[in-house]
């Protein structure tokens, strides 16, 4: 978007849009430096002449026509550089800034995190990544914007990505009451799921490789692996992700806590005799997946051809084939 010109030294950087109704004191300052302006005509202004104007009106006290207009309501209103600012000053004003908060933009034509151009392996973005990005990285992205597959799992999005703010418009998010209102609704929604969410939750992608291997032993690449080779033989329960029974069946190895204990861990719900026979249950259920799918391919007896075993050279191979 090309810059807009600031109305008083003419440099290409402004970022305010000022009317005669908000901000008439800028108005007789400008007339007092000599510009004759329509008070229909809107003024744009760069920081650098902005804070320089709010100083001579606090020099001259030059007052403001409108009672109301004070100095810091005219901060509060002033319009900030980004798409809308062709927008009526009028509609603005309906609009609330949220502080701190990067307005994405809205484009579909790049993906939001990291402005690469959109192309076949790129998708809407979820809500849940998108509420993600507010959380995480303090950026709203509105409804329909593109990103990358690789930066989202499970929906969610990884939480180590880097936004790539280059080449970008950052203004404060403004928005009109109604998306706020969904807004709102939605994070209420993930802090309720929060609160039922499992305290341990092989689902949370922010999960690190040290939380696997101290819960599981296993490295978050090793656990991943596996899952994908078992993953087709375990159904999610309403209880429990597939992915967090195959995370009990391990704690259990490898913690030796108590079926309880775990469904604590998991959050499941009801009382402890359900908890119990639910992390039970899901414990044999993916006992058995191993017994039947992984271990023959991977640990039984069979898994090694002979020449497979030689090349191992380990002291069973050494042992019954002798020393390569
Ligand atoms: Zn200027
Ligand atoms: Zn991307």
């Given at each position: 978007m090309p810059k807009k010109q600031c109305?008083?030294?003419?440099?290409?950087?402004?970022c305010r849009k000022l009317t005669a109704k908000t901000h008439d004191w800028c108005y007789s300052l400008f007339y007092l430096e000599g510009f004759s302006l329509n008070a229909d005509q809107s003024i744009c202004l760069c920081n650098r002449c902005w804070f320089y104007l709010c100083n001579e009106k606090t020099r001259t006290g030059v007052q403001s026509e409108n009672e109301n207009t004070n100095d810091s309501n005219a901060m509060d209103t002033s319009v900030h550089e980004?798409?809308?600012?062709?927008?009526d000053q009028d509609q603005d004003q309906d609009q609330l800034t949220i502080e701190n908060i990067l307005f994405s933009g809205s484009?579909?034509?790049?993906?939001?995190?990291?402005?690469?151009e959109v192309n076949t392996?790129?998708?809407?973005?979820p809500k849940p990544a998108r509420l993600d990005l507010l959380v995480l990285k303090r950026m709203y992205a509105p409804h329909g914007v593109r990103c990358c597959?690789?930066?989202?799992w499970n929906n969610r999005l990884l939480p180590d990505v880097k936004i790539n703010m280059d080449n970008r418009q950052t203004p404060m998010a403004k928005l009109e009451p109604t998306v706020l209102l969904n807004l709102f609704n939605d994070l209420l929604g993930l802090l309720q799921e929060a609160s039922t969410a499992p305290r341990l939750d092989f689902m949370d992608p922010s999960m690190s490789n040290e939380d696997y291997l101290t819960w599981t032993g296993w490295t978050k690449e090793q656990f991943e692996h596996m899952f994908m080779l078992i993953l087709s033989h375990i159904r999610s329960s309403s209880n429990r992700e597939a992915r967090n029974a195959l995370a009990m069946f391990w704690i259990k190895l490898k913690t030796n806590l108590s079926f309880r204990q775990i469904g604590s861990l998991f959050n499941i719900s009801g009382d402890y005799e359900n908890r119990r026979k639910v992390v039970s249950r899901s414990f044999d259920s993916i006992r058995q997946v191993l017994v039947d799918k992984l271990l023959p391919k991977h640990l039984g007896i069979g898994h090694l051809s002979r020449s497979e075993a030689i090349d191992h050279n380990t002291s069973f191979s050494n042992e019954f084939f002798g020393k390569k």
């Amino acid at each position: 978007m090309p810059k807009k010109q600031c109305t008083r030294c003419k440099n290409w950087k402004a970022c305010r849009k000022l009317t005669a109704k908000t901000h008439d004191w800028c108005y007789s300052l400008f007339y007092l430096e000599g510009f004759s302006l329509n008070a229909d005509q809107s003024i744009c202004l760069c920081n650098r002449c902005w804070f320089y104007l709010c100083n001579e009106k606090t020099r001259t006290g030059v007052q403001s026509e409108n009672e109301n207009t004070n100095d810091s309501n005219a901060m509060d209103t002033s319009v900030h550089e980004d798409q809308d600012q062709d927008q009526d000053q009028d509609q603005d004003q309906d609009q609330l800034t949220i502080e701190n908060i990067l307005f994405s933009g809205s484009s579909h034509k790049k993906c939001v995190v990291c402005r690469d151009e959109v192309n076949t392996t790129m998708i809407t973005m979820p809500k849940p990544a998108r509420l993600d990005l507010l959380v995480l990285k303090r950026m709203y992205a509105p409804h329909g914007v593109r990103c990358c597959r690789k930066h989202l799992w499970n929906n969610r999005l990884l939480p180590d990505v880097k936004i790539n703010m280059d080449n970008r418009q950052t203004p404060m998010a403004k928005l009109e009451p109604t998306v706020l209102l969904n807004l709102f609704n939605d994070l209420l929604g993930l802090l309720q799921e929060a609160s039922t969410a499992p305290r341990l939750d092989f689902m949370d992608p922010s999960m690190s490789n040290e939380d696997y291997l101290t819960w599981t032993g296993w490295t978050k690449e090793q656990f991943e692996h596996m899952f994908m080779l078992i993953l087709s033989h375990i159904r999610s329960s309403s209880n429990r992700e597939a992915r967090n029974a195959l995370a009990m069946f391990w704690i259990k190895l490898k913690t030796n806590l108590s079926f309880r204990q775990i469904g604590s861990l998991f959050n499941i719900s009801g009382d402890y005799e359900n908890r119990r026979k639910v992390v039970s249950r899901s414990f044999d259920s993916i006992r058995q997946v191993l017994v039947d799918k992984l271990l023959p391919k991977h640990l039984g007896i069979g898994h090694l051809s002979r020449s497979e075993a030689i090349d191992h050279n380990t002291s069973f191979s050494n042992e019954f084939f002798g020393k390569k």
